[in-house]
């Protein structure tokens, strides 16, 4: 008899952990994950992730529950972009703001469960960027061709627009650098070649916006090198384009695909998490929230059609054993 009991102890207890360890994505004891890719100053991103979650879970609540809250969100920022990858292949991450190459790494080259949610939009409503190669304006580098033994600077390996793209850019026109460092962000790579620590290096480009100045309309720089515009005013001029890769779709915001086995309460959600989104990005705390996180003014849906182009360049290119050169990367 004391066997017996001892063994329905054992069942309830192996029940209850077992119940802990695959509690309902939403609830307290697993709240609905959302990370943050570090692309500005951390604490800044903490706050602005936490707000964001915030609304996410009060929308979400009302939704299901008719109240707010019942539905449960967390936002974290982790250290790297292959964190928040192996996040999703162990279904502890539910929600990610990713690079573009860090979706179809996920999604096509590890794949995990992930899908497009919502598309960043920029200044002017524009859905695509481009890769750019920048040099100093006194630095006799006026072409692609004049980087060749030349000191060059990429933003992370894992960046479509400070990498990946700009790097067969070059091999494919036979251009070989001296040497190349990681400078991890973009506006360190601006700021690197400014001061001349390299000949010439890699970041995102989007098209300048027109603003209004003293009743005059100009033009305004949205490239990577505004980020400096600050530090060093006269950057402009100081540092200029030589080059451009492809478009590139902007930024998704990604989803797990299968937060619920319900495939009814799957779709249901993720299309409230969308809806929640929207009505964060629509506000006057939301708008300033988006151009924190990805300099951008607007989200739309979007599906994963968006990024079958990027899709086969990255794919194509084998010979860079990419998800290696992420690691390394980070």
């Known amino acids: 008899?004391?066997?017996?009991?001892?063994?329905?102890?054992?069942?309830?207890?192996?029940?209850?952990?077992?119940?802990?360890?695959?509690?309902?994505?939403?609830?307290?004891?697993?709240?609905?994950?959302?990370?943050?890719?570090?692309?500005?100053?951390?604490?800044?991103?903490?706050?602005?992730?936490?707000?964001?979650?915030?609304?996410?879970?009060?929308?979400?609540?009302?939704?299901?529950?008719?109240?707010?809250?019942?539905?449960?969100?967390?936002?974290?920022?982790?250290?790297?972009?292959?964190?928040?990858?192996?996040?999703?292949?162990?279904?502890?991450?539910?929600?990610a703001t990713f690079s573009t190459f860090a979706y179809i790494l996920t999604r096509d080259i590890k794949k995990y469960p992930i899908e497009a949610l919502v598309l960043t939009k920029r200044a002017n409503g524009e859905k695509t960027y481009k890769?750019?190669?920048?040099?100093?304006?006194?630095?006799?580098?006026?072409?692609?061709?004049?980087?060749?033994?030349?000191?060059?600077?990429?933003?992370?390996?894992?960046?479509?627009?400070?990498?990946?793209?700009?790097?067969?850019?070059?091999?494919?026109?036979?251009?070989?650098?001296?040497?190349?460092?990681?400078?991890?962000?973009?506006?360190?790579?601006?700021?690197?070649?400014?001061?001349?620590?390299?000949?010439?290096?890699a970041t995102y480009y989007s098209s300048p916006e027109t603003v209004e100045v003293n009743g005059k309309k100009t033009s305004k720089i949205t490239d990577a090198r505004a980020r400096v515009k600050t530090q060093f005013p006269d950057v402009e001029e100081k540092v200029k384009v030589i080059g451009y890769t492809e478009e590139i779709p902007n930024e998704p915001w990604v989803i797990r695909s299968n937060l619920f086995a319900d495939p009814q309460e799957n779709e249901k959600v993720k299309g409230y998490v969308f809806e929640a989104l929207e009505a964060y990005a629509a506000s006057p705390e939301g708008q300033?929230?988006?151009?924190?996180?990805?300099?951008?003014?607007g989200i739309e849906r979007v599906t994963d059609a968006a990024y079958d182009k990027i899709r086969e360049v990255i794919m194509a290119n084998k010979d860079l054993n990419l998800e290696e050169t992420v690691k390394k990367g980070k």
């Open 131 to 201: 890769g750019q190669i920048i040099a100093r304006a006194d630095s006799g580098i006026k072409s692609l061709a004049d980087l060749k033994g030349k000191t060059f600077a990429y933003t992370d390996a894992s960046s479509t627009s400070g990498f990946i793209l700009p790097s067969k850019m070059l091999k494919d026109q036979g251009i070989q650098t001296k040497n190349s460092v990681f400078a991890l962000k973009h506006d360190n790579v601006v700021t690197m070649v400014y001061q001349k620590q390299v000949d010439a290096g």
């Open 288 to 297: 300033k929230a988006i151009d924190e996180l990805a300099g951008a003014t």
């Open 1 to 95: 008899m004391r066997k017996f009991f001892s063994f329905v102890i054992f069942l309830g207890l192996f029940s209850l952990l077992t119940s802990c360890s695959e509690s309902k994505v939403g609830t307290k004891n697993r709240p609905f994950a959302m990370y943050f890719i570090p692309s500005v100053d951390a604490q800044k991103l903490t706050n602005v992730s936490a707000e964001m979650a915030k609304f996410v879970s009060k929308y979400v609540s009302q939704k299901i529950y008719n109240k707010d809250e019942g539905f449960y969100v967390k936002s974290s920022v982790p250290t790297s972009y292959i964190a928040v990858v192996e996040a999703f292949g162990t279904k502890k991450a539910d929600f």
